[in-house]
């Protein structure tokens, strides 16, 4: 059975950090590209940021200079650092596994920015 599990959301105020935790198991993650979406309500889901099974990186311009991807392949987990949280920041934030043909997703992680 196919699960990613988001974790590390929560409520911060602007300028602050807050690290994004996706546990996953029940296939080969180091074989997957992971990804971080993010969907702000009454909004379609956007791109935030992905890493490559063989750790290329990419982040929506939004993001690059203050959020961080990574991946743990040792322990099928994928991370998100955000940095100098914004209000518009807010939003559920998803993982995502990726491969050719296949496609999973988390349930979801809400981060609010709010002072």
């Known amino acids: 059975q196919v699960r990613l599990v988001e974790s590390g959301g929560g409520s911060v105020q602007p300028g602050g950090s807050l690290r994004l935790s996706c546990v996953t198991s029940?296939?080969?993650?180091?074989?997957?590209?992971m990804s971080w979406y993010r969907q702000i309500s009454g909004k379609e889901r956007e791109f935030v940021a992905t890493?490559?099974?063989?750790?290329?990186?990419n982040y929506d311009p939004s993001v690059r200079d203050r959020f961080t991807i990574s991946r743990d392949n040792a322990k099928a987990t994928a991370y998100l650092q955000m940095n100098s949280l914004k209000a518009e920041d807010t939003a559920v934030y998803y993982c995502?596994?990726?491969?050719?043909?296949?496609?999973?997703w988390g349930q979801g992680t809400e981060v609010t920015v709010s002072s």
């Open positions: 029940g296939f080969r993650f180091g074989d997957y590209a």
């Open positions: 890493i490559g099974s063989y750790g290329t990186i």
């Open positions: 995502k596994a990726y491969r050719p043909g296949y496609e999973y």
